[in-house]
């Protein structure tokens, strides 16, 4: 019983581990002086966004679109403002990581109208970009 019940164990560790890996690719580590494309989404009255349309497809088209050239993704889901209280000022914000601003517009450029096509498959807001050097 005791056997039957560690290679229970050890295949489901396999098998999560392995999910885990094949979930993202894009993990590698953001360094100083690398680029930031932070997409924020406003929360404003009216506005609707799909958190699980934008994390389970959004990205990852974005991901498959540009290749080596992006090197990681976060995503951050507004929960509330400066108190637990207060809404939160945007709904969603996506970062992603590039080794330049060159690298950026080669990977975003021809892919621009894929892209924003897309938006309107998640959210009703027009999204505010800053482009950004990573600092710390």
């Known amino acids: 019983m005791k056997l039957k019940t560690i290679l229970l164990v050890l295949f489901a560790v396999v098998i999560l581990t392995g999910f885990q890996q094949n979930m993202s690719t894009k993990t590698s580590e953001v360094k100083k002086e690398m680029i930031k494309v932070t997409i924020m989404y406003p929360n404003e009255e009216g ?47 996506g970062y992603l990581y590039f080794d330049s601003v060159e690298d950026y517009g080669n ?13 309107p498959n998640y959210t ?4 505010v970009v ?3 050097e990573v600092i710390q």
């Open 47 to 93: 506005k609707t966004f799909d958190m699980e349309y934008y994390s389970t497809k959004h990205m990852p088209l974005l991901d498959s679109l540009f290749g080596d050239a992006l090197k990681a993704i976060h995503i951050d889901k507004g929960i509330s403002g400066r108190t637990p209280n207060d809404p939160p000022p945007y709904l969603a914000i």
């Open 107 to 119: 990977a975003f450029r021809p892919n621009a109208e894929k892209i924003l096509s897309d938006i």
């Open 124 to 127: 009703n807001i027009q999204p």
């Open 130 to 132: 800053l482009i950004s």
